[in-house]
């Protein structure tokens, strides 16, 4: 495999990366944190939401910002933005300044989230944009495995506040990152005819663009579910199976770890099946074993071991939807790539946290509304990927949207 490539997969996973590991390596640390600032349960869990809600919303800006001025530029202003207020956090002394600043640094993870994406659209197409957005995964997905142990040692060591200073540290490598290892790939050419105009012409396009939202909702709606379990599976797991919190990190890294190894097969099966034929299969079947496990906790079940074994089934073929029908969804929109990886990461975001706040209405600690939510998520994905891949779409969409 080409070198440059490997690296180019490391770079865009690891600024991908850097959002998420601030959402799992603080997991550990939300009993600790309503303890020191005096905070309840429902306002520590609001710090959850804040950071949610900003990375959601944030993508919409920097989607086509990195259309109009490169991709570069504000890759480096996110990661100011996520460091700075990484320390704010640490620094913070009581619930209401840290999800002010968790607000913040949500805003400033928005780069990392929309514009890689976006960087993979400018370089391949097809089943090498998929390969290279499973490498991206690879690296991404390397988070939830080691982000709550990590997150774990740091609490041991420092107290809560050392999780925001290591995440602080992530920034700034970051940083190091975009401006010594990330060439541009949005060529001044291509930025003529970018502007706010056309961005929000853009954005009309693509919400007008029934295929382009059916491929995102169905990764929106797997993201969902697994945003319940997110939410859900700490109080589940060490609450209601009692395991320790060393013990919940590794059971939650299992389901990484099968993401990532499915995810690894996106491109060779991409190209054998093809795209559409592939993230069709893959939801079918994820959401078939889905669907047993809530049959599972609907008849009385309640073994941890089945949860575990059928979750890590049904995310490891959700590993080879989530990047193929991202790749599929960008495909035909190549000029305006950032505004439309903006776009979906905006609506899987708000998705995921819509998601979050329905089902915890009903949680109680015991399992079966987290597999209710998770498995909602899963069969919508399966229902929208056989509503909009019956057929490849006929003719590709207007590619320029003229400023």
Not at 43 to 55: C, E, G
Not at 121 to 144: C, I, K, N, Q, W
Not at 254 to 279: E, K, S, W
Not at 282 to 293: E, R, W
């Amino acid at each position: 495999m080409n070198p440059r490539y490997l690296q180019m997969a490391l770079v865009l996973g690891l600024l991908s990366a850097i959002g998420p590991f601030a959402i799992d390596m603080y997991l550990p640390a939300l009993p600790d944190i309503g303890r020191s600032l005096g905070a309840d349960v429902g306002s520590v869990q609001f710090t959850l939401t804040a950071f949610f809600l900003s990375i959601g919303l944030g993508q919409l800006l920097y989607g086509p910002v990195s259309d109009m001025v490169g991709r570069k530029p504000p890759l480096v202003a996110g990661l100011a933005l996520f460091l700075l207020a990484s320390i704010g956090c640490a620094l913070a002394t009581d619930i209401h300044t840290l999800v002010a600043l968790r607000f913040l640094q949500g805003l400033g993870a928005a780069a990392g989230m929309a514009i890689p994406r976006a960087i993979v659209r400018d370089l391949h197409t097809g089943p090498e944009a998929a390969r290279l957005m499973s490498l991206l995964m690879l690296v991404f997905s390397v988070s939830p495995i080691l982000a709550p142990l990590a997150g774990s040692g740091v609490i041991a060591l420092t107290g809560w506040r050392g999780v925001f200073w290591a995440v602080a540290l992530a920034a700034a490598a970051g940083l190091l990152l975009v401006r010594s290892a990330l060439s541009e790939t949005r060529s001044e050419a291509q930025r003529v005819d970018s502007s706010l105009g056309s961005a929000l012409r853009g954005y009309g396009l693509l919400l007008r663009d029934r295929h382009y939202l059916g491929l995102v909702f169905i990764g929106a709606s797997a993201m969902a579910g697994f945003f319940v379990y997110l939410a859900g599976s700490p109080f589940v797991l060490i609450n209601h199976y009692g395991l320790t919190p060393t013990q919940y990190s590794l059971a939650f890294g299992v389901n990484a770890a099968a993401f990532i190894g499915a995810a690894q097969l996106t491109g060779a099966l991409g190209r054998r099946l093809g795209l559409p034929t592939l993230a069709k299969g893959a939801a079918t079947v994820s959401g078939l074993v889905m669907a047993t496990l809530l049959a599972y906790y609907l008849a009385g079940g309640d073994r941890l071991a089945v949860l575990i074994a059928l979750n890590f089934v049904a995310t490891g073929f959700m590993g080879l939807v989530i990047p193929t029908v991202s790749v599929l969804a960008l495909d035909q929109h190549g000029a305006i790539a950032g505004t439309a990886s903006a776009l979906m990461g905006t609506l899987q975001m708000l998705c995921g946290a819509a998601a979050m706040g329905i089902v915890g209405l009903f949680a109680d600690g015991q399992p079966l509304p987290m597999v209710v939510g998770m498995a909602a998520g899963t069969l919508t994905a399966l229902v929208l990927s056989w509503v909009t891949l019956r057929q490849p779409v006929a003719g590709a969409p207007v590619q320029r949207v003229q400023g």
